[in-house]
C-alpha cells in the first residue's frame, strides 16, 4: 500500500505535467495566431487595391428583388452576348485556317532536289546501303 506522501507526490507530479502540456499548447497556439494575424495583414493591404468607387463599375444586383421576367430576360441577353463571341471566335478561326491553307503551290520555289526523277531520289537516299550490301556478299 502507498503511503500518503506517496499520492501527494503522484499528484502533484501529475499535475505539473498538465501544466506544462497545457503551457506548451498554449504556446503554440499563441504563435500560429501570431502567423494567422500576420497572413491577414497582408490579406487586407492585398485587398485594399479593390476598395474603388469606380462609377463604370455597375451595382450588384439581385435576382430575388427582380420580377421573373427580368431576370429571365437578362440571362437570355447574357446567352445571345455568349453565343455571339462564340459565333466570332470560330469565324475569326476559319478565317485563320483559310489564309495559313491556301497556298499557290505554283508561286512557290521548292528545291530542285524534289523535282528529280525517283530513280535519281532513290540511288540519293539509298545508295550508301546499297554498296554497302554489295560489299559484304
Not at 118 to 132: I, K, M, N, V
Amino acid at each position: 500500500m502507498i503511503a500518503w506522501w506517496g499520492w501527494l507526490l503522484i499528484w502533484t507530479g501529475l499535475v505539473l505535467g498538465m501544466l506544462v502540456m497545457l503551457a506548451l499548447f498554449a504556446w503554440w497556439l499563441f504563435r500560429k495566431s501570431l502567423v494567422a494575424l500576420d497572413d491577414l495583414s497582408t490579406l487586407a493591404e492585398k485587398t485594399s487595391i479593390l476598395e474603388v468607387d469606380d462609377e463604370r463599375i455597375p451595382p450588384a444586383q439581385r435576382s430575388v428583388l427582380l420580377s421573373m421576367r427580368e431576370v429571365l430576360a437578362r440571362e437570355d441577353a447574357r446567352k445571345k452576348h455568349r453565343m455571339a463571341r462564340k459565333i466570332a471566335r470560330h469565324e475569326r478561326r476559319l478565317a485563320r485556317a483559310k489564309r495559313i491553307s491556301s497556298v499557290d503551290a505554283s508561286a512557290v520555289e521548292w528545291p530542285a532536289s524534289w523535282s528529280a526523277p525517283r530513280a535519281s531520289r532513290e540511288s540519293a537516299y539509298h545508295g550508301s546501303t546499297r554498296t554497302q550490301q554489295k560489299k559484304r556478299t
